[in-house]
């Protein structure tokens, strides 16, 4: 009985290794995917190179660099009120729309005959968000080194980090679709305006649904008013 337990025990060891080992690997891999992203990204959905989990840990570091930004960058590179920051509003008004682009582009893909699957479209719109957190979370510690006279690098900067997110997610989505460049500009297009229907008919599902709860609330108290 000890030996198959120290079996299963052994068993779990060794896949909980290979899967650290996969994880730390696909996170290594993204500084070549940010480099290479051409041949990053083909081997990141053909290949598997990349992972869910290392996925999900470069969008928590995404939203965390933006938060951190917003609460300790110099106010004079930034305007932020943070006594009203509302964190969980501020990460959510990116996550879901970063999520409503996912899978307004998944659910197109179909019509362009595209090659990703949602998880594919996910994690290389993940991976295209490291940029963002090399370069901006070291730029929270510069915002309180230089002076304002020297606020156009910081800018440019910041700059860079959002235009090389851009860039890579053009390319991962041309590489998981296996499309042209001229396509995928038209795809994009058609991506934003499927993503601005899904949030038009959340609103109008979330309005319809107050409506109805007020509705019966009301409903409620009218028959218990009449009975009591």
């Keep these: 009985m000890s030996t198959k337990r120290l079996s299963a025990d052994a068993a779990l060891s060794g896949a909980g290794k290979a899967w650290w080992q ?20 083909w081997d990141l959905s053909r290949e598997n190179k990349g992972s869910l989990a290392a996925a999900n840990t470069f969008l928590v570091l995404f939203l965390l660099t933006y938060v951190l930004k917003l609460m300790y960058t110099n106010f004079q590179f930034i305007s932020a009120p943070v006594q009203y920051i509302n964190i969980y509003e501020r990460c959510a008004s990116l996550l879901l729309p970063f999520l409503i682009l996912c899978l307004a582009n998944w659910a197109l893909s179909t019509l362009f005959d595209g090659k990703g699957h949602f998880k594919d479209i996910y994690i290389a719109m993940c991976y295209a968000l490291v940029p963002y957190v090399l370069i901006q979370l070291p730029l929270i510690l510069i915002s309180h080194i230089i002076s304002v006279d020297e606020g156009a690098y910081y800018s440019v900067l910041m700059s860079v980090s959002v235009i090389w997110c851009v860039f890579l997610a053009f390319i991962g989505l041309m590489q998981v679709h296996d499309y042209g460049p001229g396509k995928t500009i038209i795809f994009l297009f058609a991506t934003i305006f499927g993503a601005l229907v899904i949030l038009f008919l959340i609103l109008v599902f979330f309005s319809l649904l107050s409506d109805a709860i007020g509705y019966f609330v009301s409903l409620y108290r009218e028959i218990t008013f009449r009975l009591s």
């Excluded at 996969?22 to 990204?41: E, M, N, Q, T």
């Design 22 to 41: 996969k994880y730390v690997s696909s996170l290594r891999y993204a500084l070549h995917v940010i480099v290479r992203p051409f041949d990053g990204f």
